[in-house]
């Protein structure tokens, strides 16, 4: 079952430092793209490895992909041996990047994100701009595809900025 509020929700709780991006972002932003999986970037550091191996393992995340009954510790150094992680959880798909194609990480994201209300919490979303960055450096079919309706968005956003 895909329930972005709770994965949104246990980040946010376990004090994780997060920007949402991908996909989800751009349902923030307007898309009405379907996705079946949340994106973030998080910060690198020992604290917030700590923080996001928490969450993770309250979402009881495994390897997305990985063969049935692989050992996978799910723990900061872990975390912090790696870069990219796709994990099916308890809410669903969750991708985890540290350092997404196209940027130069949690703090490249952070400086431009809006922070938005979700039932009552607030969830850093990257700029569409930046948004659009990333797709454009991931250059996968599916980004490809999405970039023409961001880029609609972006324009939309822009047009009503200028006519207040």
């Not at 509020?5 to 996909?23: C, P, Y």
């Not at 009405?32 to 996001?52: G, H, P």
């Not at 994201?109 to 919490?121: F, H, R, S, W, Y």
């Not at 969830?123 to 991931?138: F, N, Y």
Request: net charge neutral.
């Amino acid at each position: 079952m895909f329930d972005p509020v709770r994965t949104l929700r246990v980040l946010v709780d376990e004090g994780v430092r997060f920007v949402v991006i991908g996909g989800f972002a751009g349902r923030f932003w307007g898309s009405n793209s379907i996705t079946n999986d949340v994106d973030i970037c998080y910060a690198r550091d020992r604290k917030n490895l700590e923080a996001l191996a928490s969450a993770l393992r309250k979402l009881e995340a495994r390897l997305r992909g990985a063969p049935a009954g692989i050992l996978f510790l799910l723990d900061a150094r872990t975390l912090e041996a790696g870069d990219h992680f796709t994990f099916e959880t308890n809410a669903g798909n969750l991708d985890c990047l540290g350092n997404p194609a196209g940027s130069r990480g949690y703090l490249d994201l952070i400086q431009g994100a809006t922070d938005m209300d979700v039932e009552g919490m607030r969830i850093p979303v990257a700029a569409l701009e930046d948004v659009i960055r990333l797709k454009k450096a991931a250059g996968r079919p599916k980004d490809r595809a999405e970039l023409e309706i961001l880029g609609a968005l972006l324009e939309e956003i822009e047009r009503n900025r200028k006519k207040r």
